[in-house]
């Protein structure tokens, strides 16, 4: 069966300071994988998604990047962190269904809170 | 994206049935109507897809107006670990990537 994992699953930054989320999967083959971001009181926001190692798409500007360097890792990163940037953190990635659409798995988020 | 429009809360008592509203005039052709649930501090999880015929699974029904302009998710009998935020979203074919636009939902409350 499928996991996902990610880690860690708290961190607290000081402003300025770099970030490194990961996320991999286990259970499947090239996957679609997506970072979301979760703030105090909103709904999600999806921030990048990737088809393939080394294939990332943006969906919004920001603060942040990610990069897939294997086929079931996937990482969100930042040089310098900002207080806005605090948030939880998810990872998902999805299989297309026999029915038509995708469903996705989430993992179990990463709690960022920028001090 | 299309969008979907839901009450941003809603109650229920426990093991009582639970309808949750989706209104999504602009749905295309191609969209499928997805549902899912986060409870606090996880992530989402899936709850049922359609695209124009009713479908039942062991979580819950979808109920797709015959126009495809609304949906109903149905909870046959509500119990207090259904109490989650429940979204309504819209995903297109292949093209779309799988990617999920997530709204505000509706805060399902269940009273025991």
């Known amino acids: 069966s499928q996991t996902i994992h990610q880690w860690p699953a708290t961190l607290v930054q000081p402003v300025g300071s770099p970030l490194s989320l990961e996320c991999t999967v286990e259970?499947?083959?090239?996957?679609?994988l997506y970072w979301y971001r979760q703030a105090a009181g909103r709904g999600l926001q999806l921030l990048f998604y990737s088809v393939g190692i080394g294939q990332i798409s943006s969906e919004v500007p920001q603060n942040l990047s990610a990069s897939r360097p294997q086929d079931r890792q996937f990482i969100l990163s930042s040089k310098k962190l900002l207080l806005s940037d605090s948030g939880f953190y998810l990872c998902?990635?999805?299989?297309?269904?026999?029915?038509?659409?995708?469903?996705?798995?989430f993992g179990p988020g990463t709690r960022l809170t920028v001090t | 994206d299309a969008k979907t429009t839901q009450p941003n809360s809603m109650e229920s008592n426990e093991e009582e049935p639970v309808h949750l509203p989706c209104n999504h005039s602009t749905i295309s052709g191609t969209d499928y109507i997805h549902w899912y649930r986060q409870l606090p501090s996880q992530g989402p999880e899936y709850v049922i897809h359609?695209?124009?015929s009713n479908v039942n699974n062991r979580m819950a029904s979808l109920a797709i107006a015959e126009d495809r302009k609304s949906s109903t998710l149905i909870l046959h009998r509500a119990t207090l670990r259904d109490a989650a935020v429940y979204y309504c979203?819209?995903?297109?074919?292949?093209?779309?990537?799988?990617?999920?636009?997530f709204g505000r939902g509706t805060q399902l409350t269940v009273w025991p």
């Open positions: 359609g695209l124009t």
């Open positions: 259970g499947t083959s090239n996957p679609n």
């Open positions: 979203i819209l995903g297109g074919r292949g093209s779309t990537l799988g990617r999920l636009y």
């Open positions: 998902a990635w999805s299989v297309p269904l026999r029915t038509g659409g995708y469903e996705q798995y």
